[in-house]
């Protein structure tokens, strides 16, 4: 529970994430006595929650990225918000897809928490270029919207990105499909706060 407590409410974790303080048997035992006791919340097999409390709500569901970390930590792998979300994060969609949906270079796997879906999808390396970073969204959301939107995506990355993250894209382009290619390095060679095009 200290464990838990340090992390602050809304953290979500998995018994993977116990194995440093007791076996796997000891850790499950104490993770089912939390939730019972209330204190923890079991959000679906080998998945629990130390919830943020909402005055009127009661316990609120923890954030989709927080829920697909714990999972890819789990397993050792990344994990990449992909599609509709990656396009939503960037500031170029308004749609808040209703599932959110992760690539991953590890298992796949769904969790739903009420009416939410959360996707972990695997996928090969070249369908995960730059996992994890802002980089990575970035082509994602590109690979979502298509060529028609690469110039509204160059002009909102171009802002939104770090001289690292540019960098990382820069250096992750040729993994990239033909059709993006000329579009991300646009994007890792704009100076900093510049919009092209």
Known sequence: MKRARAGGRGGVFTPSDFLDVAGRAAVDQALSRLTKGGKLRRLARGLYDFPKMHAKLGALAPAPDDVAQALARETGSVVQIAGARAANALGLSTQVPAKSTYLTDGPS????????????RHASPKHLIAPGS???TVVQALRHLGPVRATD??????RRLSPGDKKTLGNSAAQAPAWMRSTLVSIAQAAPGTVDG
Do not use: C, E, H
């Open 109 to 120: 796997r769904r969790v739903l928490l009420g009416k939410r879906v959360i996707d972990l």
């Open 134 to 136: 802002p980089a990575g």
């Open 153 to 158: 995506i160059v002009q909102v990355a171009s």
